[in-house]
């Protein structure tokens, strides 16, 4: 069991959350249980993403649900989202660009690795 904030500082330490410029509001972006047991990766924060990790503690996305101010309202499916997460004690936790350019983890590094490219 690891505590939801040392999850959260090695996130956002590894992938210099606070160094990269982006659109996407990277890092936690909703605070769900504070023992962390089970982690869900997935592409895009949607609401099937959710459903399908509803017995994990944490997910993490690279697409996640708050871009500049698009959680000014929580209506419609932010509601939902957001709603979901809340009463299913989840955190998530989204690296747009900084999982792009991240030289160790990132998506295309990671693609370069497995098909042999350098």
């Known amino acids: 069991m690891t505590k939801l ?3 959260v500082d090695f996130l956002d330490n590894e992938l ?4 990269i ?9 909703v ?16 609401l ?4 399908k990790a509803k017995d994990f503690d944490m997910i993490i996305v690279h697409h996640g649900i708050s871009w500049d101010d698009s959680l000014k309202y929580l209506t419609g499916i932010n509601y939902s989202r957001v709603k979901f997460l809340v009463e299913n004690n989840i955190s ?3 690296a747009h660009l ?17 098909f042999g490219f350098s």
């Open 21 to 29: 410029e982006d659109k996407s509001n990277n890092g936690l972006q």
């Open 48 to 51: 099937e993403v959710f459903e």
């Open 92 to 94: 998530l936790y989204a």
């Open 98 to 114: 900084p999982l792009d350019k991240h030289k160790v983890y990132g998506n295309n590094a990671q693609f370069c690795r497995i």
């Open 31 to 46: 605070s769900g249980v504070k023992d962390v047991n089970k982690i869900a990766f997935a592409v895009d924060a949607c």
């Open 5 to 7: 904030k040392e999850v």
């Open 16 to 19: 210099c959350i606070s160094e």
